[in-house]
């Protein structure tokens, strides 16, 4: 059976849920992607720093409430 595991947080200046935007804006806040130092080595691309525009997809992508 798989697992599901997180390998990040995403810090974001939004304290309840119900204020976040349920749209992709690129001149939104600036977040910050913490990853678990464990994962680090499995990452390419991305450099610490760099801006990079994340979107959620799945089933549930617009349900806030499911992750």
């Known amino acids: 059976m ?5 390998i990040c947080n995403v810090e974001t200046p ?8 349920n ?3 690129p001149d939104g ?3 910050e992607i913490v990853l678990e130092p464990k994962f680090a080595q499995g990452i390419s691309g991305p450099r610490e720093g760099q ?3 994340v979107r959620r997809y ?9 992750v």
């Open 2 to 6: 798989a697992d599901l595991r997180f």
């Open 58 to 66: 799945g089933p549930h992508a617009s349900d806030t409430n499911a």
């Open 23 to 25: 749209n992709v804006r």
């Open 51 to 53: 801006s990079v525009l």
């Open 14 to 21: 939004y304290t309840r849920l119900e204020d976040c935007p």
């Open 29 to 31: 806040p600036e977040c």
